[in-house]
């Protein structure tokens, strides 16, 4: 029997595992090691919007914060939009998440989540979220934030971002969240060669946070090259 867009991905989470170096003041969590539950709702929503063998074009985050997909196993997606969009509830976690509002904002003008999601896929090069060591304890870190770090990750980075593209995702365009993550993702674009043009869009967080006031400008530039092709 054929596997399913859904089985694929659920299986890449279910098999998730970073073995590779680390510098010492950083640490990978695995989400769906940490809550039972994650694994569920994960599971859950993947049944739901990809349960089929469609083509689809290919989103590309940072990490997972802690709060967002560090939770829930869904990217951009916090507790509440799992549960008030996606029909989903989650009980042993409650989060809300600054990118997830941008997000799903931007998913309602596309035309809701269903049809988002039909189209549209979304992870990160490191499928894990990423802490760091401070004076108040560990904070959310990403991939790119120390030279070393980047060094330590990135053969584990192109061999996840080979496997999401074999889920069956257009390669001919990829679309990446935030200026300093298209930089590090042309870089192993070059190495690898994984896809044959990249665009890129302002990440979620620095739209919420320092663009709100322009939030539907960038809401309908998603939009317009979301929908180009």
């Known amino acids: 029997?054929?596997?399913?867009?859904?089985?694929?991905?659920?299986?890449?989470?279910?098999?998730?595992?970073?073995?590779?170096e680390l510098p010492e003041d950083f640490q990978v969590l695995n989400p769906y090691l940490d809550n039972p539950e994650t694994m569920i709702v994960m599971q859950k929503f993947y049944h739901k919007y990809y349960n089929d063998s469609n083509r689809r074009?290919?989103?590309?985050?940072?990490?997972?914060?802690?709060?967002g997909a560090g939770v829930t196993g869904v990217p951009f997606t916090d507790t509440k939009r799992l549960e008030n969009i996606c029909g989903i509830k989650m009980k042993s976690a409650h989060t809300h998440e600054v990118s997830s509002v941008f997000m799903y904002d931007m998913i309602a003008e596309y035309g809701g989540a269903e049809e988002f999601y039909k189209n549209i896929y979304i992870n990160?090069?490191?499928?894990?979220?990423?802490?760091?060591?401070?004076?108040?304890?560990?904070?959310?870190?990403?991939y790119y934030d120390d030279k070393v770090l980047f060094n330590d990750v990135k053969d584990f980075m192109i061999a996840s971002l080979q496997k999401h593209i074999s889920l069956n995702l257009i390669t001919a365009e990829v679309f990446v969240l935030g200026k300093k993550n298209a930089d590090f993702i042309s870089k192993l674009n070059q190495e690898a060669h994984l896809f044959e043009k990249m665009t890129v869009l302002e990440h979620p967080r620095y739209i919420q946070q320092y663009k709100s006031k322009e939030k539907q400008l960038y809401i309908d530039k998603y939009i317009l090259a979301l929908n180009k092709n």
Request: charged fraction near 20%; hydrophobic fraction near 40%; proline fraction near 6%.
């Open 1 to 20: 029997m054929n596997k399913t867009f859904a089985d694929k991905v659920i299986e890449f989470n279910q098999n998730l595992h970073y073995s590779g």
């Open 57 to 67: 074009k290919f989103i590309i985050g940072i990490n997972p914060s802690r709060h």
């Open 124 to 142: 990160s090069p490191f499928p894990l979220a990423i802490v760091r060591k401070s004076k108040n304890g560990w904070l959310n870190a990403n």
